[in-house]
């Protein structure tokens, strides 16, 4: 037994592979990721790629939603700045046609002449008769 101990054993071609991938630190980590890539890991993972595929899915139908949505909100803000411009016009309009020289000018062509004296309110008052 003591001879065996004072005996190196020269590492064999067949053992030298296997000390080179204990070596490497990250050798395992490279193994597991090529597996991943093969058919077999793609196989295997196939659920969460469909996973990730109907997230993008989703994503993409998100952001074209948005885009919709916002050239939606822009058509109406510029269909309510034209109304709100309508609307402002009409008023000025009806303004100045309720002013008083417009209506003297409209009531003259019908006839019609203003006031000289303020007008005034009659009023009748009723008596009450005494019933025997």
């Known amino acids: 037994m003591a001879e065996l101990e ?12 296997q000390q080179d991938a204990e070596a490497l630190p990250g050798s395992k980590a490279w193994d ?14 196939m659920p969460y790629l469909i996973f990730l595929a109907l ?3 989703i994503y993409i139908a998100n952001n074209n939603h948005a885009i919709a949505l916002v050239r939606a909100i822009d058509h109406k803000k510029k269909e309510l700045k034209e109304l709100r411009w309508r609307y402002m016009d009409l008023q000025s309009r ?6 008083e020289s417009q209506l003297k000018l409209k009531t003259a062509e019908l006839g019609l ?13 009723h008596k009450p008769t005494e019933d025997k």
């Open 6 to 17: 004072n005996e190196t054993v020269a590492p064999t071609e067949v053992d030298a592979p």
């Open 32 to 45: 597991k990721v090529v597996d991943k890539i093969t058919y077999k890991g793609m196989v295997r993972n």
């Open 55 to 57: 997230l993008a899915i």
């Open 94 to 99: 009806l303004m100045y046609q309720t002013s």
């Open 113 to 125: 002449k203003p006031l000289k004296e303020p007008a005034f309110e009659i009023k009748i008052i």
